[in-house]
């Protein structure tokens, strides 16, 4: 396992809650870490700007309270998302604010993060940047990220179209920082699968949407439960940058899923939400495809039980199915 060091023995499941627009605020963040999950949230959610120094210090703050508390507990280091795109006249101010309280997650999205690493480097924080593709996981390589969060086919909001199969694979030959993987993860099983191809940590979004902690919508998390894969869209017109959602959202914001014109990409804007007056993901809810497997919203902590109950069952399943040579080729290593 390829653990950035502030992960190590820190959590009780290899997985990061990404970040989500609008959906995470400090509430889903702070609950997620103490169930041993790193939490995350987008810099964005955090408006006017002054208050996402209100919301990482709430989160410092009550994550440290509650480790003294419960020394034996894992409680997980949380991130901070930062959009690096031109739109987006926030982000120096938004990285100064973290590089002042040392956050020790930045996630990055976009364009390769260089400035970006040089500044969570300065006090130890890590860098991972999200990818669609090899040859933009080998341009944020270059710039010196601590890993890779590789977005494959069928993740929720904005995702890239290869399979886990290729992309983990592939690059895993040259990469030997982390890697993450994202894409249709909603159960512990998807999580022993994502760690059984290469991967060190699986990426969650959707599933914790439809958590009583997160900042959505009822309708939005009920509809998560009422749907599936098949009432998943693809496009690029909500933001300028292709991303799955919920066929119904956009049917109820007036237009045809089955029948999306392309953006203007030149007119893509993170700062307003996007090229239409219906905001993404407010009134056009992002999804993964993996949401055939949600059928609550439960509190995260018993979210994150069950998963890592799932997980574990996954792992024996998966050593039972193995050869004897090879489950003993595994007991004389550790030996």
Known sequence: MALTANLKNKLELPVIGSPLFIVSGPELVIAQCKAGIVGSFPALNARPEHVLEEWIVRIKTELAEYQAANPDKKVAPFAVNQICHA???RLMHDMEVCTKHEVPIIITSLRPPAEIVSAAHS???VVFHDVINVKHAKKAAEQGVDGLILVCAGAGGHAGTLSPFALVREVKQWFDGTVLLSGSISDGWGIASALALGADLAYMGTRFVATAEANAEAAYKEALI????????????FTGVHGNYLAPSIAAAGLDPANLPEADKSKMNFGSGGNMK??????IWGSGQG??????????AELVGRLKKEYLEACRDFASRMPR??????QAAAE
């Not at 219906?278 to 009134?283: H, L, N, S, Y």
């Open 226 to 237: 009422a749907h599936a894969a098949e009432d998943i869209v693809y496009s690029n017109l």
């Open 325 to 330: 040579e090879a489950l003993a080729g595994l």
């Open 278 to 283: 219906q905001k993404a993901w407010r009134d």
């Open 123 to 125: 006090y130890g924080g």
């Open 291 to 300: 949401i055939g497997q949600i059928k609550d919203a439960p509190p995260v």
């Open 87 to 89: 739109s987006n006249d």
